[in-house]
């Protein structure tokens, strides 16, 4: 199995900077694409940025300047820099991982999710 914990979530004021963590373990072959959602209370769950196996980068429109994603494949972990904190930007933030690994009974390819951190910007 493949477990992905999340780290660095918080309240901080508006313009403040954080860093969420995402380390992945368990029976990891390789890992590709790595990447963040967030939700808000009472919206739909939304892609922040993404990050592939070459380290090609996506970002929302609304992070783009300010969020900065990146990863050490060695130590399956991604990250996520958030500076110029918006409180627009409170939400819950998930992390995925792409992976190869050993699910309990064979070998595949999958997609497991963080538990989620709260992310909170007070204005």
């Known amino acids: 199995q493949v477990q992905l914990v999340e780290s660095g979530g918080g309240l901080v004021q508006a313009g403040g900077s954080l860093r969420l963590s995402c380390k992945a373990s368990g029976s990891i072959f390789s890992t590709n694409a790595m990447g963040w959602y967030r939700q808000a209370p009472g919206k739909q769950r939304e892609l922040v940025t993404t990050i592939t196996g070459g380290g090609s980068t996506n970002y929302a429109d609304s992070v783009k300047g300010r969020f900065t994603i990146s990863r050490d494949s060695i130590k399956n972990t991604v990250y996520l820099q958030m500076n110029s904190l918006k409180p627009e930007d409170t939400a819950v933030y998930y992390c995925?991982?792409?992976?190869?690994?050993?699910?309990?009974?064979?070998?595949?390819?999958?997609?497991?999710w963080g538990q989620g951190t709260q992310v909170t910007v007070s204005s």
């Open positions: 995925y991982v792409d992976v190869e690994a050993f699910d309990g009974s064979r070998w595949s390819r999958f997609r497991p």
